[in-house]
């Protein structure tokens, strides 16, 4: 039974960090302004702009100056989830 808590917490776990990287990639891209025709940076927004927006809808507070700060937000959040998911799991 542990041995399947742990493949799970595990999995949850590269689930979480790889959103993570979409997100920091995104973020990222934002500065450059890429081509929005590229399919790689479609899927990038695509994945990343449901919780962004959300975010921002719920926590008006995180634009600062046209400062968009709900990455930081989402990155604070996913960890926090990661470690309690993990410490349900594994215990």
Known sequence: ???????????????????IWVV??????????PDPNNQI????????EPS????????PFVLVSGLDLSPIVIFVGLQMLDAIIRGILIG
């Open 1 to 19: 039974m542990h041995t399947i808590l742990y493949a799970i917490a595990g999995i949850i776990h590269t689930l979480i960090t790889a959103y």
């Open 24 to 33: 920091i990639i995104h973020s990222f891209l934002s500065f450059v302004q």
């Open 41 to 48: 940076v479609q899927i990038l927004r695509n994945l990343s």
């Open 52 to 59: 962004l927006n959300f975010v921002r809808e719920k926590m």
